[in-house]
Every structure is written in structure tokens, then in C-alpha cells.
């Protein structure tokens, strides 16, 4: 999966409490394509003790809340950019002579 190809591709990103949408533009028919996935603050695991939690409520929220997310990275593998083209890329196809993705004409 060529990541610099996917990230021309991306018009919009919206995110919100739940969801993360991504809209992806074909270049060559300009269809717009959207992708949702569910909000994953973090891909790590960050854990809380009951006493932070009870003592430091307000800065364990802000802890799991306030944690960036990674939207791309080069070094990661797992970016949320890849999970939102996975779960729509039945609908677009590699055009080898231009080097990009480009929708499945229907």
C-alpha cells in the first residue's frame, strides 16, 4: 500500500467523540469516497490506578482524552489513515502509469 498515494487522496478528515471520517477524492473522477472508523484516543494502553483516579480525576480524563492520536506516521504501521483506506479500498483500484489510486468506474 503506497502511503504517499493515500495521503493525496484524503480531502477531509473529521473527527469527533466517536468517530474519525475520512474523505477520500478520486483524482480521476473526483467521486468523493467516505471512510468512518470508530475514535481510538490511542493505540497504546494507558492505564489509571484507583487512586489516581479518585485523587486526580480531572488529570487522568485529561490524560486519555488529551492523548494525540496518529493520524500518519512513516514509522507506524497501524495508522488510522491505512484502517480508513482498508475499509474502503474494495472501491478503488492501482493505476500503475500515473503511480496513484483511482475509483473503480461503476
Request: aromatic share 14%.
Amino acid at each position: 500500500m503506497d502511503e504517499t498515494a493515500l495521503k493525496r487522496l484524503v480531502e477531509n478528515i473529521r473527527i469527533d467523540k466517536e468517530h474519525i471520517v475520512f474523505y477520500f477524492r478520486c483524482p480521476k473522477t473526483h467521486r468523493l469516497i467516505k471512510s468512518e472508523l470508530p475514535f481510538e484516543p490511542y493505540s497504546g494502553k494507558i492505564e489509571f490506578t484507583w487512586q489516581e483516579l479518585l485523587l486526580h480525576p480531572i488529570d487522568s480524563y485529561n490524560r486519555y482524552y488529551h492523548t494525540p492520536i496518529i493520524i500518519y506516521d512513516q514509522k507506524n504501521e497501524e495508522t488510522i489513515l491505512k484502517k480508513a483506506f482498508e475499509r474502503v479500498a474494495d472501491q478503488f483500484l492501482w493505476d500503475e502509469p500515473q503511480g496513484r489510486y483511482i475509483c473503480i468506474e461503476r
